[in-house]
């Protein structure tokens, strides 16, 4: 089967967690502040703090803002289900902004319709949580605009996006790397093996601002600190090398993910420029066909994580079903990324109904992800054109 992702795993990153191995530490030791200097100066952060997972990340950064109970955080439903559960492990509720038809990102438009309702009922978020759906950025700038307009904080979900890049004025001199942090509080990465670069499992918040840093850095790990500043005073008889000062959880990255990380971050603009050859050929290849193919934005640099096609089987005579199958018979393994995120059942328990997010709706009964890694051959591109062809033949 050609999967959908694929990581690529060199030598030198398979030396580099060996040396790893050979020392003393194992886990978190120099490697990961090594790794978390590394993602900060290219994302031009002030700080980043690294975890085991990028839905670790996501919980301890809507901790960080006090999200909790009483508390709303909207995000986009076209999105994994970890961008709303993270409000969810901090007791506050979820709800959804619909999708823009061509970016597939949260639409600022929805979003501002809907906060300006909120602001009339009282019921305006304390979070809202862009997601930048394939790698595509979002409007930040129009959402940054808008936090300050209506008082909500904001969490980028950019788990499909380190490499990515956007200009406020959509001047080519103005493009500045997602995880900068200029249009929001934090942004997070996930480093899963199918996303642009891997650590096998692994996620970082990034963020601008110290207390925020700290904060993500207490939470990380048991909310323990050895900082004498920090600490309650003790009897001079007794021992205190670290207290915790509030409830944190073991979301600590290992030395070996770090080293991996390190390593990968080395070819993580080889890794993009990469997809985007493949996303070309796609494009070429398949622009007679009646799909509809990704749009991107010239105000954005795309990392080009996923490559969701969309067929309509009443202008192409083809469902998303008969398409499924027939790929998957090419030995093809397609997936689709996302289901809304409220109609799984835990979100319908809550009330949420079929069509609430009319786009979000149209884009799931459509969409599929088609093969997209740096290391996909011409020849399996190749393969995955001819059965699309030959399904539409």
């Known amino acids: 089967m050609i999967p959908y992702g694929r990581q690529s795993i060199s030598q030198a990153d398979i030396d580099t967690v060996v040396e790893v191995l050979r020392s003393d530490f194992l886990t978190q030791g120099p490697w990961v502040a090594r790794f978390e200097k590394r993602v900060a100066e290219a994302c031009a952060a002030q700080y980043a703090v690294g975890v085991n997972s990028a839905t670790s990340a996501l919980h301890i950064a809507c901790m960080a803002l006090d999200l909790g109970p009483g508390d ?26 619909d999708i823009d038809p061509r970016t597939y990102n949260m639409c600022p438009d929805a979003l501002e319709e809907k906060l300006a309702f909120a602001a009339k009922n009282g019921s305006l978020p304390k979070v809202v949580m862009p997601v930048h759906l394939c790698g595509q950025p979002c409007d930040m700038a129009r959402i940054g605009a808008l936090s300050k307009q209506y008082g909500f904080k904001v969490i980028e979900d950019a788990s499909h996006a380190i490499g990515a890049s956007y200009s406020a004025d959509g001047k080519e001199d103005t493009f500045e790397p997602v995880g900068n942090c200029r249009y929001s ?3 997070v990465f996930s480093f899963h093996p199918v996303k642009i670069i891997t650590t096998a499992e692994g996620g970082m918040a990034l963020t601008n601002d110290a207390l925020l840093a700290n904060r993500l850095q207490r939470l990380r790990s048991h909310g323990i600190t050895s900082d004498p500043a920090e600490m309650q005073p003790r009897p001079a008889d007794e021992i205190w090398n670290y207290q915790q000062i509030r409830l944190g959880y073991n979301y600590r990255m290992t030395d070996l993910q770090a080293a991996l990380g390190v390593s990968q971050m080395e070819r993580l603009s080889a890794f993009v420029e990469q997809r985007h050859r493949v996303a070309h050929r796609y494009d070429t290849a398949l ?68 069509g609430y997010c009319p786009q979000a709706e149209a884009y799931y009964k459509e969409a599929l992800s088609i093969p997209m890694y740096p290391t996909l051959s011409d020849a399996e591109q190749d393969h995955v054109i001819e059965v699309l062809r030959r399904a539409f033949a």
């Open 72 to 97: 709303w955080l909207w995000t986009s439903p076209t999105t994994f289900v970890a961008s709303a559960n993270s409000a969810r492990f901090c007791g506050a509720e979820v709800d959804f902004v």
């Open 185 to 187: 509080d934090i942004t």
């Open 287 to 354: 622009a007679d066909l009646p799909l509809q193919l990704p749009w991107q934005s010239p105000s954005s640099y795309s990392s080009y994580h996923l490559y969701p096609i969309r067929v309509n089987a009443q202008t192409g005579g083809v469902s998303q079903r008969q398409l499924y199958d027939s790929l998957q018979a090419g030995k093809i393994n397609v997936n689709l990324h996302y289901i809304p995120v409220y109609r799984h059942p835990y979100y319908e328990a809550m009330g949420f109904k079929r």
